[in-house]
């Protein structure tokens, strides 16, 4: 498929006619093949120029938004860098955590009109940080504020572009905010965000993932057609006759910070403003290519974040998630269950009633649910599928694995909804539509799922930790390192053999009552594990063991789940799955042991611990049903 792309990119640069000549022929057999319109109307614009290709874009339009096939794809140019505009510094020395009177002075706001606004509950957050979400679509999400108001003259792009008009009733004193995309969920550690790298900033932005330039910018937005065909090709003729130069980079503006209280920033925010009102329904992105070209750059700083930290729409802080995919055609309860409590059904396999997986996924958290929700749900466990009928089932992945196909496909048929529990395990397109939504233990698994199956949405509901594991204060005499789980799954060199502990908590010697009562005995753990195909839905489960236990861990760098909830500066990670690089690892924290760095990794890790209380696992739980059966 590679070698193929390849060639078709070849031949798209060389002889753009002669296939332009053929998709016209093959339209005439297939008018309707979504992969051929856009591969014609982005050639027609190359060839013959914007408004030759405007009808094109249009039909596309009244088609289908937001979907873009995969060889539309191979003609769209590598991104590059943004010139002009310098890569954000990160601050060191900074403080660890958030300080309220700085938080009391930021907003972080979204705006989505039109559509039901999809938004992950918040817990753990930033204390004095506000969330709010203008729209005229009224919802309730914890740690959100709704404000349902009707769409503001230029509708999402004005809030998007204005946030210091925007907010004048809704936050009169914030100075700073921080305005995301609805398709853009907040996944990473704030408190390092704020603090490391916006502050010292007017302005942030991430450069765009897939455009190198104003050009560029106006083929993804017309392929993925999220914004007008007519004013996007207009701003691109716009950008041509202006003489705006190719290959000068381009911004990606799902996600701005913006000192919106500055005068200088307010001011040149009117002129993107008024810019963008010259072809209304356009693309922001756009708006601003052209502004920077007629101003020469920005009267203040403006700064990228860099790539190491990720893309623009997959990154350590934010995902990019379609609310699209999150717009469910739910099958409703009956009338009756509308006055009484919502029946809920957690099935489990027999074969597995003794496996972790059942104990954690099955036992604790349908007990968890019956606790925290006892005067909204009725719920049960059970491992007969049969039996069960007129109920929400949460099918954990032992029942999925030893149950038919066409069994789950009648179970969902009998039922009010069937979420699946498939945790980490790759998941087939058959089974997949055996089920109303799935349950996913991270974002990433939840992004990816909601990429491959848009028909079955998924939900990020946080892996709880074990009951048993009390929340207590780590010995402190001196570094005491332990590992958790199965010994194949991680890697320990030789030469911390004496220095690192190996608990494998599958021992059917050693029950998980008895590991979660050791975990406490360590102030390290050793959460290095070695990587498979599916590594990025793995949850972060031992590091939230670590935090409930107040310990420090140790984990590498490239494990995407950790770094989401620990920063980029968490000064204990590994570079590798090396023996010198885990050796080097353990021989730092040592090192630190009680000093500035150890205390920096504490202060992170009672972050964590907010973040994967109980209380935000019963948030997230709740907020995936309420969506379900919306």
Known sequence: MHIMGEWFVRFADRRPRALLATLVSLRIVAPRQ?????????????????????????????????????????????????KGLGVCVPQDDRPLDLPAELASKIVVYTACFGRRPYLLPLAGQPKGLRFLCFTDTPVSVPGWEVIVTPPPSGGEAFAKICPHRL???????????????????????????VTRWLTHYDMVVWRHSRAGDWHDLAEYALLRATHSAAAVTAQAEACRTASIPRHQGAIDTGMIWRRHGDPAVQAQMEAWWESHEKEPGGDPALSWCRLTHELGGMAFRVALMPSVLGSA???????????QLCALKPRLPAPALLTRKLPITFLFAEERSQSGITLMRARQLSQMVAEAYPDRYDVTLRSDIQGVRDQVVIVNRGAIEFNKRAHLHELRDRNIASISDFLDVPIKAKTAAAFDAHMTLCLPQAVELNRLYPSTPSFH?????????????PPSDRL?????????????????????????????SFTAENWARQAPLYNCHWIVRQKDDLQ??????????AARCGAVVIVTRDDMNAIHYLGDDYPFYADSLAPEDLEWAWARVASQFGGKEWRKAQAIMRQVQARSSRGQVMLE????LDEVLS
């Open 34 to 82: 979504l992969a051929l319109a856009q591969m014609q109307a982005v050639l027609t614009a190359r060839l013959y120029g914007w408004k030759a290709a405007t009808p094109l874009f249009l039909r596309i339009e009244s088609w289908r938004r937001n979907e873009v096939t995969a060889l539309p794809q191979l003609l769209l140019a590598a991104a590059r860098p943004a």
């Open 167 to 193: 907010l004048t009733e809704a936050a009169p004193d914030a100075e700073w905010s921080l305005f995301l995309d609805p398709c853009r969920i907040p996944a990473g550690n704030l408190h390092t965000l």
């Open 313 to 323: 729409e997959k990154n350590i802080f934010f995902a990019r998630n379609d609310p």
């Open 461 to 473: 509901v946080t892996h709880h930790v074990n009951p048993d594991v009390p929340e207590c204060v």
């Open 480 to 508: 005491r390192t332990g590992y958790f789980g199965r010994l194949g799954n991680t890697s320990r060199p030789e030469t911390l053999e004496e220095m690192i502990e190996l608990v494998n908590v599958v021992d059917s």
């Open 536 to 545: 990025d839905w793995k949850p972060f489960l031992k590091g939230f063991v």
């Open 621 to 624: 739980f709740k907020a995936m």
